[in-house]
Structures are given as structure tokens and as C-alpha cells.
């Protein structure tokens, strides 16, 4: 799953108002944010294969670090307790917000994926494997983004002008990036893909922190 990872940190927002929304943004992708780097390293490993599935081209036939369902836990919790130093009030609340929003990503990969997601070492792998039927995983993918956004949209009142008009460009975008992927060449190389999300996640990040702040709720 790509765009539909961000529903959940849009959503995520009213259960912890003082955490910014670009460390939602990257908490949710910070199992890919590992994946990325660890493929770069050549620790886990991904093949390019295209039409593997109608919604993806990757056959991910190694990452127990980061997609392993103890490996994510763990990310999970050190991503949390890292993203703390950004937050000052109630934090334990904070906490368990954070890390929820990254252990999201493990469980709507879950949805789309084909059996990959190693339950134990890089055994037991799961998957329900929507990514086969594009016609379900792409229009999945943008309800949850959209379903997201209006929680965030209401939540979090734009108290400037173009607040809104700003996340509802920014939304737009992302739904075209995400036809774009699906639609789009294959990537052509594992590390090119790996560099692809790694700036497109950095990019989204820094894009949702300007949305976040443009609706002038954002304390300092
Ligand atoms: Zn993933």
C-alpha cells in the first residue's frame, strides 16, 4: 500500500492534537522508511517483477526486519519513544498515538499485499493479497486517504483562508500520485525504487508539516 498509509495519519490527528502532522506522516511509512534503507544495504530484498500483482511489481521476498510482525512492533515502539522529543505535553498519550500510526502500516499492507509479511524470523508470512484485483486495492487505498483527510479536515478547523483550499490541493495530489504509481512504468531497479519512496516519503512529509501549519493551529 502506498497513498492509502496516510488515511491513518490524518485520522490520528484528533486523538493527539499537539503531535504535528508531518510525524504522522512519517510514522505511517517508517516500516518503508526502514525498508528502503535496508534494501539500499542490500540486508532485505526485493525483486522487480512486472505485473507480479495488478497493484504492484515488487515481490518482496525478504524484509523480516521491517515488515516481520515482531520487527514492526519494535519499530513501532522506538519510533515512538524517538518522536517524543518533538512533543512536550501529554506525552504518554503521544506515544501510544505515534506508535499505533506506524504499526498501522503493518496492518493495511496486510490488506494488499500477497503472503510476505513474515508472522515469526521470515516465517508464517501473511497477506490477503488485494494488490491482485486493482479494481479493489486502488479505490480502497484513496477511501482510506479520503476518509482520512475529512477527519483531519474537521478536527483540525483552518483558522487562515486558504487552509482548506491548500489540504484539498495537497489530497488531490496525492490521489494522482497514487494512479500515477499504479498506472505508471515499473520501477527499473529495486535500489531505484528504494530511492523513489524514500524522497517521495521525505517530500509527502514535508508537504503535509506545510498543510498542517498553512491552517494556523499549529502550535510552537
Ligand atoms: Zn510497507
Redesign the pocket.
Given at each position: 500500500?502506498f497513498i492509502g498509509h496516510y488515511g491513518p495519519a490524518f485520522a490520528a490527528k484528533p486523538a493527539a492534537p499537539r503531535v504535528p502532522l508531518w510525524i504522522l506522516f512519517v510514522a505511517v511509512q517508517w516500516?518503508?522508511f526502514c525498508?528502503a534503507a535496508l534494501v539500499l544495504m542490500g540486508v532485505e530484498k526485493v525483486r522487480i517483477v512486472p505485473g507480479f500483482t495488478q497493484g504492484s511489481a515488487l515481490e518482496l521476498y525478504y524484509m523480516p526486519y521491517?515488515?516481520g510482525l515482531i520487527g514492526a512492533l519494535v519499530l513501532s515502539l522506538l519510533f515512538g519513544l524517538v518522536a517524543l522529543a518533538f512533543v512536550r505535553e501529554k506525552r504518554a498519550a503521544a506515544l501510544a498515538v505515534i506508535a499505533a500510526a506506524v504499526f498501522s502500516?503493518?496492518l493495511l499492507?496486510l490488506l494488499v499485499h500477497v503472503p510476505d509479511l513474515p508472522m515469526f524470523g521470515d516465517a508464517d508470512k501473511v497477506g490477503f493479497g488485494l494488490w491482485r484485483w486493482l479494481w479493489i486495492s486502488l479505490p480502497l487505498e484513496l477511501a482510506f486517504l479520503l476518509g482520512g483527510a475529512v477527519v483531519y479536515a474537521r478536527a483540525v478547523p483552518s483558522r487562515r483562508r486558504f487552509g482548506d483550499l491548500a489540504l484539498w490541493l495537497f489530497v488531490a495530489a496525492m490521489a494522482a500520485v497514487e494512479v500515477y504509481a499504479a498506472f505508471g512504468p515499473a520501477p527499473t531497479s529495486a535500489a531505484d525504487e528504494a530511492k523513489t519512496a524514500l524522497m517521495a516519503y521525505a517530500l509527502l512529509a514535508l508537504l503535509a508539516g506545510l498543510v498542517d501549519w498553512g491552517r494556523g493551529t499549529v502550535r510552537a
Open positions: 500500500m516500516l518503508d525498508w521491517t515488515h502500516h503493518w499492507d
